[in-house]
């Protein structure tokens, strides 16, 4: 029973973490119909900035975040107006292998200039605390990253649910040319979509530098899953990916523990698999 | 249509000189260039196979890395394991890949758009993971060739790739072979007709779903004897090497640098992206720390934001407007 | 149209720039391949494993006083010809491994090839080698399959997973009878790769020969996101003892997962990797005290039993790496030394002599823990020693066989909430 509590809490906080990873990649999708392959990257890049601030400056993480999420916030939207403005419409593949292009330019430079030494910050303020909740361990780091989670996700919702920009948004999603005949000017906000969804990652990789080693490898198995999030809530949706990301978590920790640790990722994306086929578009897809 | 038989001598006049080649002193025999032009012709072939059912058919697979590891595991358990002939594996794991494209694929037709390609790419992740445990065919550790006599009853050769070059070659007009054939067939404008609009062909009588699994069941088997190939040529085959994201990528980046949906685009794309990445790792890689794959990365984004239709649009684009009307009815 | 234009004739004048820079062959150097894994997951290890190699070029080419290390008085080999080392890149894939090594061999014309790090590249490219009988050597690829394959060319220097395993249930063994330790069950945790796997069956085979129960048994995907299963099956079963086999990344995930869920066993050991790299500790900290692992280098041993490696260090690795050796890196360098002197002794460069001498003489090496170097049929180096360190406060201190203890262990492992 202690067992279980603890499987399920772990589930329960890795999922919050993988929404937060595939909350951006889930607003670029949905509104603009791009797979931005680089989302792993993205997050690595993240987690840097906030490793770099803290090594130099010695800032925590816990704020660190706010620069991670400012930096991605320009690299995203730099993304969209050098890379997927110029790439869009032409083919339905072209901003998707474009953004593998530069996931390998990415992974490659930060290897070429940081070295792929694994670099850890220690000595920050959540290090390794711990709470204990009925005979589970928590770790406070991931808590604060998963209670972070819930409040971003919150935020971004409202802001496209109740606020003129988020109509705006989701319009274009609807139909970028009617929109556009309304007055909305999308060009700007596919930049600031990608601009925000960068932002979203810059923020997670910030504070996820509080607990997990950097490496310039370390985003590709975060993009895996965020992909899968993504397609299971159904794209744009972030409840959707909300919802997804807890279930992923869920079906993670429980087959790694009572099944076997080696195939939890197979179990993952075999949920994924059933779950799309009885419905094609995700659990929140329209 | 005169144009068309022109255009195509040419095509046919190069591949005659890529059969000669070997037989000239220093064409092939154990060079550097005579790796990278086995390897020209293996992922054309592979990028055709892909082409069938992604280019003509138009659903895109990211699943392919994993009938390509079917392939190579056949003709890999048939020596290693069996102590056979790759003769016997290869047919019987590209046919074993055939057969498994079609429950798997079948359901996932149901699906649209990026849905398609991203459950694609899970089940590439599931067959990864899967034979990583699966001790039977070697799980992690993978299986190894031994050192087998030269020559063609086993498919290797160690101080002459003579051998190799002329197998690829083979493969590749295998692959070709059937593509074109199809092409000009029913079974061409059946693709085309269910990539154009799905309804709209089957208003017109065409069984979508049919002609989708045949397809994609043919397009398997022949990534299947790519996969074989490439398991003979590297005397060794384990997940990560065949059944990778990384594999399935490479189909999918080669075909549309050439050219999605066309003929020649598989080879054209190959003949640029092979030699490139070999020689950036040959002569950039003693650098240090990934100056080869950054300069690679930076010319896949730009050929995507400059020319998305891959070097058969740029041709075309340099091409007359009229001449190429009439090249291929249907291509993009 | 224009730009179309410009874009073809960029590509194609990249194409032909890339092929026309063939190195031109020089006279008096003799060219050694090293091929690692320069990019990709295994990174870290390949570029300190490349340093290591022109480390000890550099000590053979120049003329240096004051090192107790064949080769390093004299200029060059065979009276004057320079080491060139032609590095290559093998990103951790064995099919790049093996039309890298046929290149090294048919293109640059190397005489031999260093590498490769990950067993599962060093298998294909050594085949290359072997059938094109050229000279193979392997510094640090643990896999016990390598030297099974009766090959003729190829050789290594680090001790298999096999005898490391060995090793750790002799001292397991050692615990137990001396000090009463109690030591029954063990758990394995380790990445689900060639390397792990490896390591783990025979870590499996060692238990079973001294009755150790296996009582967890937790493969897991490399670049794990989170260990937190893996790490909770551990503690479900309370092995008494673990066996480690991560890399670096997933070392650091895992010792914090531990550490999170307050949970430790009684003794842990790892086969090298992610423990044995001083960068991975030094980001972990305290935490990675008291952990064990089978090593053949570190700078406290290195101070008492090969002082020779320490100054090799100072003078020649650390200016390229800026950091210290650790013990895989070493050994790619103690196989250039012991190439050295083969061709040395050989007189000329002509392979099957240089493979003769290899594969019957002893050869002296400071840099190896047991002060000499000699293969047995297969190519596995005899002499190859390793002891079991802990370490404390960065430092690795070495607990096990009696005859290099510098340290009593600590044992068992201070609990988390007692640090």
């Known amino acids: 029973m202690n067992h279980f509590l603890q499987v399920l809490f772990d589930g329960l906080l890795n999922g919050l973490v993988y929404a937060l990873v595939a909350a951006g990649l889930s607003m670029i999708w949905g509104v603009m119909d791009v797979i931005n392959f680089a989302h792993g990257e993205f997050l690595m890049v993240g987690m840097y900035v906030s490793y770099w601030i803290g090594f130099f400056l010695d800032v925590d993480p816990l704020f660190s975040w706010i620069a991670s999420g400012a930096f991605l916030f320009i690299m995203g939207a730099a993304t969209y107006r050098l890379i997927i403005r110029n790439s869009l419409g032409k083919s339905a593949m072209a901003p998707l292998l474009a953004t593998f292009g530069l996931s390998m330019v990415l992974k490659n430079f930060c290897m070429n200039r940081f070295t792929p030494n694994f670099r850890l910050l220690s000595g920050t303020v959540l290090e390794g605390k711990t709470i204990s909740v009925g005979g589970a361990i928590l770790s406070v780091p991931q808590l604060a990253t998963a209670a972070f989670a819930l409040v971003l996700l919150a935020c971004l919702y409202w802001m496209l649910k109740r606020t003129r920009l988020g109509w705006a948004i989701q319009a274009t999603a609807m139909d970028s040319e009617a929109a556009e005949l309304m007055g909305i000017r999308t060009e700007n906000i596919y930049l600031l979509v990608f601009g925000i969804g960068g932002a979203c990652v810059g923020i997670t990789g910030g504070l996820m530098t509080s607990y997990l080693a950097v490496y310039p490898e370390v985003g590709s198995l975060f993009s895996l899953i965020a992909f899968v999030v993504v397609a299971l809530g159904g794209f744009g949706s972030i409840p959707g990916a909300l919802l997804a990301a807890i279930i992923i978590g869920l079906v993670e920790s429980f087959t790694g523990f009572y099944v076997a640790a080696v195939v939890k990722y197979a179990a993952v994306f075999a949920v994924y698999l059933a779950v799309i086929l009885i419905r094609p578009k995700g659990l929140f897809g329209w | 249509m005169n144009t068309k038989k022109i255009s195509d001598g040419i095509w046919y006049l190069l591949l005659a000189g890529a059969l000669v080649l070997p037989f000239i002193p220093g064409g092939i025999e154990n060079t550097f260039h005579g790796h990278v032009l086995t390897m020209v012709f293996l992922y054309a072939s592979m990028a055709q196979a892909w082409n069938i059912i992604s280019g003509y058919c138009g659903q895109t697979s990211f699943g392919h890395a994993v009938f390509f590891g079917i392939g190579a595991y056949g003709a890999a358990m048939a020596v290693v394991q069996f102590n056979s002939l790759p003769w016997y594996g290869a047919p019987v794991g590209a046919l074993v890949a055939a057969l498994v494209s079609i429950p798997i694929s079948a359901p996932c037709f149901r699906l649209k758009g990026h849905y398609f390609a991203i459950a694609t790419f899970a089940i590439v992740e599931i067959f990864n993971r899967l034979f990583m445990i699966w001790d039977w065919v070697g799980g992690a550790i993978g299986l190894d060739y031994p050192i087998l006599e030269d020559g063609w009853r086993n498919f290797s050769w160690s ?97 549309i640098l050439g050219g999605l949906g066309t003929f020649w685009g598989p080879l054209l794309g190959a003949a640029v992206l092979i030699p490139l990445q070999e020689y950036t790792r040959a002569y950039l890689a003693h650098l240090g720390s990934g100056v080869d794959l950054i300069i690679f990365g930076l010319i896949i984004i730009y050929t995507m934001i400059r020319q998305p239709t891959g070097i058969m649009g740029l041709i075309r684009g340099l091409a007359p407007r009229g001449r190429d009307a009439s090249n291929d009815g249907g291509d993009r | 149209m224009l730009r179309k234009i410009a874009f073809t004739v960029v590509l194609c004048v990249l194409g032909a720039l890339l092929l026309t820079g063939v190195a031109v062959a020089e006279d008096k150097v003799i060219k050694i391949g090293a091929l690692f894994p320069l990019t990709g997951p295994s990174a870290v290890s390949g570029q300190n494993c490349l340093n290591s190699v022109l480390a000890a070029a550099e000590l053979i080419n120049g003329a240096y006083e004051g090192f107790d290390v064949p080769l390093a008085a004299t200029e060059g080999l065979l009276g004057g010809y320079k080491v060139e080392i032609i590095k290559a890149d093998h990103q951790g894939k064995p099919d790049v491994a093996k039309s890298e090594a046929e290149r090294l061999y048919n293109q640059e014309g190397v005489f031999a090839v260093i590498g490769s790090y990950n067993s599962a590249a060093t298998k294909p490219a050594s085949a290359v080698a072997e059938r094109a009988k050229k000279l193979f050597l392997c510094g640090a690829s643990s896999s016990a399959a390598l030297t099974e394959r009766e090959y003729k060319y190829f050789f290594r220097h680090a001790p298999t997973d096999a005898i490391e395993a060995t090793e750790f249930t002799d001292y397991i063994t050692y615990l137990n009878e001396k000090k009463g330790a109690g030591i029954k069950t063990l758990g394995l945790i380790y990445e689900n790769t060639e390397f792990g796997k490896h390591a783990a069956d025979e870590g499996k085979k060692a238990a079973a020969k001294i009755g150790l129960e296996v009582v967890a048994d937790v493969p897991f995907n490399n670049g794990a996101t989170n260990l937190s299963s893996e790490v909770q099956t551990l503690k479900a079963a309370n092995p008494d003892a673990v066996f480690g086999a991560a890399l670096g990344g997933d070392y650091s995930l895992w010792v914090r997962t531990m550490k999170q869920v307050n949970w430790l066993p009684k003794i842990a050991i790892n086969f090298c990797t992610g423990y044995q790299n001083p960068a991975v500790q030094k980001e972990l900290a305290g935490d990675g005290d008291y952990f064990m692992g089978g090593m053949s280098f570190s700078p406290e041993l290195a101070k008492e039993f090969m002082p020779e490696a320490l100054k090799v260090q100072e003078k020649f690795y650390f200016p390229l790496a800026n950091q210290e050796f650790d013990s895989d890196s070493l050994q790619e360098a103690v196989m250039l030394l012991v190439l050295g002197q083969a061709i040395e002794k050989a007189g000329e460069l002509d392979t099957e002599k240089v493979r003769e001498i290899l594969a ?60």
């Not at chain 2, 065409?206 to 990534?223: I, R, T, W």
């Not at chain 2, 997940?239 to 594999?247: A, G, H, R, T, Y």
């Not at chain 3, 005899?382 to 079991?388: E, G």
């Open chain 2, 159 to 255: 101080s002459d790739k003579t051998g190799y070059y002329l197998g690829a070659l083979f493969l590749f007009a295998l692959v070709f072979g059937v593509v074109r054939w199809i092409d000009s067939h029913r079974m061409g404008y059946y693709l085309r007709a269910v990539r154009e609009g799905q309804e709209t062909a089957e208003s017109l009588g065409v069984n979508s779903s049919l002609v989708k699994l045949s397809a994609m069941a043919l397009s398997a088997g022949l990534a299947g004897l790519c996969g074989a190939f490439f398991a003979q040529y590297n005397y060794r085959v384990d997940p990560p090497m065949v059944m990778s994201l990384d594999m399935s990528m490479k189909f999918v980046l080669i075909t």
């Open chain 3, 360 to 419: 019957t003489e002893t050869f002296v090496s400071p840099l190896s823990l047991s002060g000499e170097v000699a293969f047995e049929p297969g190519g596995q180096n005899i002499k190859a020693l390793s002891v079991i360190t802990q370490i404390k406060d960065l430092k690795y201190n070495t607990i096990y066989p009696e005859k290099f203890k510098n340290a009593e262990p600590v044992y068992p492992m201070a609990p988390w909430d007692n640090r």
